[in-house]
């Protein structure tokens, strides 16, 4: 798959005496979505990341950097180099995994121009590592006026809790979980736990700092 490169102004972050607007704009913009964008010259040389591409290699569960570079902390750094060298000079989008088994994280490389720089660059977009923030949960909950109990239930079916775990880590019965469901589907017009996911996932990957 091959795509023209696009223009996005990014740079490092900026000092308090820099007083380009766009920039700074472009900065907290990318701050606010909750996925890990790191962008890299051709070598993998991290030239910028937003916050959630600094707690991803604040971990060190997929990506470290070492020196000034980023790489794999898994099978996976040659195609890790392979996709951002394709990216950076010869214009190729790809999709990919990274990790080990039960970490894995999925890859989109795209290439991308930052226009002082001069050099070639892409920038990294990895997955999400749950379908919605914890933001976007609230922020959900919120409009649908879910209540208490039912914003915890909601939160443990997004993560991939059932019906009956639920009900034991909250020490109810299963009846009471299902009635929560059902005014939880109500609520957001769904049918079925599945729909609920799905309508989950339809918010904007928004962020917090906190």
Known sequence: MTTESFSLQVDSRPTQDDGNMAD???IALADQIDCALLVCDSDSR????NLAGHRVIASCTVLAMVGDRIQCTS???QEWCKAVHNAAVNHRCRLFWIGKSGERTMVIAMPIVIKRLRISTAVMMLSRRSVCSKLGVELLATLHELTFAERRVFTALLNNASPRKIAATHGVTIATIRMQIQAIRNKLGVRSIDALLLRAAEVPPVTSRH
């Open 75 to 77: 099978p996976s750094q």
């Open 24 to 26: 700074q704009f472009a």
């Open 46 to 49: 991290l030239l910028h990341a």
